[in-house]
Antibody, heavy 121, light 106 residues
Framework: QVQLVESGGGVVQPGRSLRLSCAASGFTFSTYSMHWVRQAPGKGLEWVAVISNDGGIEYYADSAKGRFTISRDNSKNTLFMEVNSLRSEDTAVYFC??????????????WGQGTLVTVSS | DIQMTQSPSTLSASVGDRVTITCRASQSISGWLAWYQQKPGKAPKLLIYKASSLERGVPSRFSGSGSGTEFTLTISSLQPDDFATYYCQQYSLAWTFGQGTKVEIK
């Protein structure tokens, strides 16, 4: 069955960097575009970024441009998100999600359980 | 950017009630709308895609309708497992979520 398991969250000081990972299993990872979505405590879902199946195309929400970098290693079935210059407003649970296959446009059919990032001194 | 607005933000209902949640888009998204259910501390779960298509395994008491800018999610007879927060998502142009509707016990 499809599984997405995020890791890498924790308490980080403002201004520092962090790399989140999402380990995928149960499907052919290299054939799917993947996304990161975040959720601040008690708030709604915010789409952050997407990467194409081969890693050749990346696209970011305006709030993520410049400090967030999405990447993937298809040989290891793993998705990454690097966040630089962390701010208090980056405090959130970060989810990875799989984009559906087939005809465009596409939505998300599987999500990981999320990893909590807390930015605090 | 396309903005998504859900109403109400909170809905109090009883088991067996018929529940309707509305989602409005700031511009036409045709039928490119999905609905997700999220329980506290859990990942969102896909319920409906393309405005009215039920995801495999989702109970038939869930239904969706609408097109263009106005959409609804209906739960025909609310069950104890349905108390959760529901989000709409447009995927016509990038991806945007509504702010969520919490369905709580009356």
């Amino acid at each position: 069955q499809v599984q997405l398991v995020e890791s890498g969250g924790g308490v980080v000081q403002p201004g520092r960097s962090l790399r989140l990972s999402c380990a995928a299993s149960g499907f052919t990872f290299s054939t799917y575009s993947m996304h990161w979505v975040r959720q601040a405590p008690g708030k709604g879902l915010e789409w952050v970024a997407v990467i194409s199946n081969d890693g050749g195309i990346e696209y970011y929400a305006d709030s993520a441009k410049g400090r967030f970098t999405i990447s993937r290693d298809n040989s290891k079935n793993t998705l990454f998100m690097e966040v630089n210059s962390l701010r208090s407003e980056d405090t959130a649970v970060y989810f990875c999600a799989r984009e559906t296959s087939g005809a465009l446009p596409r939505y998300f059919d599987y999500w990981g359980q999320g990893t909590l990032v807390t930015v605090s001194s | 950017d396309i903005q998504m607005t859900q109403s109400p933000s909170t809905l109090s209902a009883s088991v067996g009630d018929r529940v309707t949640i509305t989602c409005r888009a700031s511009q036409s998204i045709s039928g490119w709308l999905a609905w997700y259910q999220q329980k506290p501390g859990k990942a969102p779960k896909l319920l409906i895609y393309k405005a009215s298509s039920l995801e495999r395994g989702v109970p038939s008491r869930f239904s969706g309708s609408g097109s263009g800018t106005e959409f609804t999610l209906t739960i025909s007879s609310l069950q104890p497992d349905d108390f959760a927060t529901y989000y709409c998502q447009q995927y016509s142009l990038a991806w945007t979520f509504g702010q969520g509707t919490k369905v709580e016990i009356k």
